[in-house]
């Protein structure tokens, strides 16, 4: 087995979160995992990316090679088109629709939206919408890991432990609200894929 | 064991911890921060009683592992490659007194300058103060290697360099954790004079430092960290070095490579395996993150022998951070056909954080100085710098910590008129202040701004050495009370504060601003902070 996912956003959209809780439920399901992420001035405001590898074997490199990526995991539609060569010719992208706009320049979304149409895989989905109906609009990030969690090969549950696990010490609402937000984007994905 | 998910920064944390460190002294600075984080904010530090500080800049860090070294305790000091810079006297020095508590200087490198200001290379520093550098290729190896480094360290009496760059810094991976080793007993040196670099104690200790080579380079010839990997095909021999390594193997799926390779993660380089690997191949690719390090020794002045292929014959980029792609590429391996990116994608460079109190202090500066023209403003490294883009183009120049002042003053010698410089509050304290007592004792004409947000925010909001002390230490370094002038940057403060940078640019003399308002993400942790102890306490 081996999944390997970029995950794309702008910083302070949460990727990282998305990121501990896939390599906490990888850890509980004896993968291996490699995680790149991003630290340091991108976090302020601007492009991040992190490289997540999880795999059976060994794995080598802590980046992904061009066009190995098994899937592109965005929380920023525009950011989920930055790294398209990545991706493995039949690979999905996941990504939210809602534009984080903090550029002069952020081109018209009806045309992000149709270069992401353009793909051959993909799921596009409202995750601020479907956040706010889960409880809060933060939980944008896990609604987008739910509508990925049918492409990575770890059973639900461990992604729902590990929920439980990091979310466990900021209280039981919390932990409720993305449960619910990691089931909505799941469903969404499953009716959409 | 169960593993640990670490990041790379984070495994040389632990295994400090494991190995008996009773010290880590460092400033913050990417991607090097996470280690003193990590000690920090674990709870076997304090159990153990280890000490881990933010000093006031890499120098002053270095200077306090060297003297825990000298009173025979396991000491680290922790910096990003241009802290080297600031720390480089030290660091030189230090190999020639040699270290009596095991010494190690972790340096994190920055290829492709992610967040930093240029590529150097600190391998080129190991070599230059001609110390033993580990050069760990995952995050286990830089677990493992923290303790070799402090083995060879007491063993030959010298400080050694742990070299790491930004993806594994950053990177995190399952590591196996080793059994813990007690801190060492409080133990001067054997020899009172071993410290003390008078020319005549220096040139013995030097020698000694010399005579060690050799000992350096058997370590590293058996070193279990360098391997030479024999293969069938030697048209072409590989020499991977640290990180590297990962995307040779991650191009050759089974793991086999055709070729005989050589990994070294241990220098001096080992030359046993090297000598092998030429002999038998026709040619040599060599492959490091950074500078061609091994490449132009391998190649030499006059070129003559086989061909050495790498970042200097274009085989691989000149510039920038090596990636499996890239690797490949040099082996012949075609990359797959991908999608390309599509024209509509816009940049989205870093930028101030909404409701952060440098914007207000740059529009009321930028207003204030437009009579006299662009160009004037000298800034310093921080998130400040970012008022070099739009919309605030703000600033001229951004060179080395606490050069504003210095460059400010230097241009204001020049005739400039106002010279002024934008610095943060930690950047102040980290080398300001000589520069700053350099510019009251010629009197220059200058106006530093000390942008006081009361953390060091780019690097994640670590303590700033100055808190609540920067009007003090101004005014003892000889600035006159009047002209220094504190200021709340405030959007409805604007006019205000705009006046006060009006009249202080006008000001003949040395004259101090200090926009004081905490920053938004600091604050913003506080106060979340603060409503989750209420809820606490209400719940009780």
């Not at chain 1, 098994?70 to 060569?85: A, C």
């Not at chain 2, 460190?21 to 090097?32: C, D, E, H, K, R």
């Not at chain 2, 009370?481 to 202080?504: A, G, M, S």
Request: glycine share 8%; hydrophobic share 40%; charged share 25%.
């Amino acid at each position: 087995m081996k999944n390997d996912i970029i995950l794309a956003g702008v910083g302070g959209q949460g990727i990282l979160s998305i990121a501990a809780i896939i390599g906490y439920a990888a850890v509980q399901s004896n993968l291996y995992l490699k995680q790149a992420e991003v630290h340091g001035m991108s976090q302020r405001g601007g492009d991040v990316q992190s490289h997540l590898r999880l795999s059976s074997d060994e794995i080598a490199s802590d980046l992904i090679p061009e066009g190995k990526a098994d899937m592109i995991i965005s929380v920023e539609p525009m950011e989920s088109l930055r790294y398209l060569p990545y991706l493995y010719k039949e690979g999905w992208l996941i990504t939210n629709t809602q534009p984080f706009v903090n550029i002069p320049n952020y081109p018209a979304i009806e045309e992000v939206m149709a270069e992401i149409h353009k793909l051959p895989r993909y799921v596009a989905l409202d995750a601020e919408k479907m956040a706010d109906e889960a409880g809060s609009k933060k939980a944008a990030n896990v609604v987008i890991l739910g509508a990925a969690s049918p492409f990575i090969d770890i059973p639900v549950e461990k992604l729902e432990e590990a929920i439980r696990f990091l979310f466990g010490k900021k209280g039981e609402d919390l932990v409720e609200i993305n449960l619910k937000a990691l089931r909505a984007g799941r469903e969404f994905a499953k009716e959409n894929m | 064991m169960n593993k640990l998910l670490l990041l790379g920064d984070e495994a040389i944390a632990q295994a400090g911890i494991d190995a008996g460190m009773s010290g880590v002294f460092a400033y913050p600075g990417t991607p090097s921060t996470e280690i003193t984080q990590y000690v920090r904010s674990s709870p076997e530090t304090k159990k153990k009683g280890i000490v881990a500080t933010w000093a006031a800049n890499e120098k002053t860090a270095a200077e306090q592992a060297l003297g825990m070294s000298y009173a025979g305790k396991r000491a680290m000091t922790c910096m990003k490659h241009v802290g080297l810079n600031v720390a480089a006297d030290v660091f030189m020095n230090a190999a020639i007194t040699g270290a009596n508590g095991g010494l190690l200087f972790v340096v994190a490198d920055d290829p492709s300058m992610h967040s930093s200001q240029n590529e150097q290379d600190s391998r080129v520093y190991g070599k230059f103060a001609m110390i033993p550098i580990l050069e760990p290729s995952n995050q286990q190896e830089a677990y493992d290697m923290v303790h070799i480094g402090f083995d060879i360290s007491e063993k030959l009496q010298v400080p050694v360099l742990m070299r790491i760059t930004t993806r594994l810094a950053h990177s995190r991976a399952g590591v196996a954790r080793k059994d813990t080793r007690e801190q060492n007993q409080f133990k001067l040196p054997e020899d009172l004079k071993q410290f003390i670099l008078l020319p005549a104690i220096a040139r013995k200790r030097y020698q000694m430092l010399l005579d060690n080579q050799e000992a350096f380079q058997q370590l590293a010839d058996e070193s279990q960290y360098n391997q030479f990997y024999p293969a069938e095909d030697t048209t072409l021999g590989i020499i991977a070095c640290g990180l590297a390594y990962n995307y040779l193997m991650e191009n050759y799926p089974d793991r086999k490579v055709p070729h005989p390779v050589v990994k070294v993660t241990q220098y001096p380089l080992p030359q046993k395996h090297i000598r092998e690997l030429y002999d038998q191949c026709d040619e040599i690719l060599v492959i490091e993150d950074g500078y061609p390090v091994v490449e132009e020794m391998l190649k030499g002045f006059m070129d003559r022998g086989k061909k050495i292929k790498g970042r200097l014959d274009g085989s691989l980029p000149r510039t920038g951070e090596l990636n499996p792609t890239i690797v490949g590429k040099a082996l012949g391996i075609p990359v797959p056909e991908t999608l390309p990116v599509p024209d509509l994608l816009a940049n989205r460079p870093p930028s101030l954080c909404k409701g952060c109190p440098h914007i207000d202090s740059f529009l009321g500066l930028n207003e204030a100085i437009e009579q006299y023209g662009k160009g004037r403003v000298f800034s310093d490294i921080g998130c400040y710098t970012l008022s070099a883009l739009p919309p605030y183009h703000s600033i001229n120049t951004c060179v080395d910590m606490g050069a504003s002042i210095t460059m400010a003053k230097g241009a204001a010698d020049a005739g400039m008129r106002p010279a002024v410089a934008v610095i943060g509050d930690s950047t102040f304290t980290h080398s300001g202040i000589t520069g700053l007592l350099d510019a009251v004792n010629d009197k220059s004409n200058i106006t530093v701004v000390i942008l006081d947000n009361a953390t060091t925010a780019m690097t994640g909001g670590q303590p700033s050495s100055a808190f609540e002390r920067l009007e003090d230490i101004c005014k003892g370094v000889g600035v006159e009370e009047d002209h220094i002038r504190v200021i709340k940057p405030l959007n409805k403060r604007h006019e205000e504060n705009t006046q006060v940078f009006k009249e202080e640019l006008a000001y003949d003399g040395v004259s101090v601003i200090i926009p004081r308002r905490e920053c938004i993400v600091t604050l913003n942790k506080r106060m979340r902070q603060k409503f989750k102890d209420k809820e606490k306490a209400e719940k009780k």
